[in-house]
């Protein structure tokens, strides 16, 4: 099976007449919304359903989704607290310096002078740019946390896996 990409949250229905409320997690929500968009529904990272969007809103931060031949609250009832996703074939080009989230996480950090920090374990995205959790090879030392801005991070190597960035003064925290 092709691997999935969670784009949004069903966290509950709306009206009786078979939308939906999305909580989106996607940088692309009027192309995945938009109306004739193929989506997947995931129990438990398995597809259960193929659904085709019939019309969406944004309304007070949430998306509202309908589904085509889903016009009734009791048909999309079961969907709370399920997920919305995409397949690969379906995601956006990005620039030469945009990466997905699931590109960036696992990726082994090392600085310009070759000291392998640890592996990227998550991605926090905290406003004007993301930050990069990362998982320390010595043990007893925290999480790094590496801005992705252009004077710390130098470049991202996906074919071996590697991102190498510039240590700045304060950036790593040896205290225990």
Known sequence: MQHMYKIGRIVNTFGIRGQVKVIADTDFPEERFKAGSSLYLLKDNQVIETLTVAAAQLHKGTYLVSFEN?????QVEPFKNLWLAIDASQQQPLSEDEFYHHQIIGLNIVTTE???LGKVKEIL?????????VKRIQPNT???LIPYIDDVVKSVDLANATATIELMEGLIDDEN
């Open 70 to 74: 889903y016009t009734n609250i009791n």
């Open 114 to 116: 070759g000291e392998v």
């Open 125 to 133: 995205s905290l406003g004007s740019n993301d930050v990069w959790v």
């Open 142 to 144: 925290k999480d790094a």
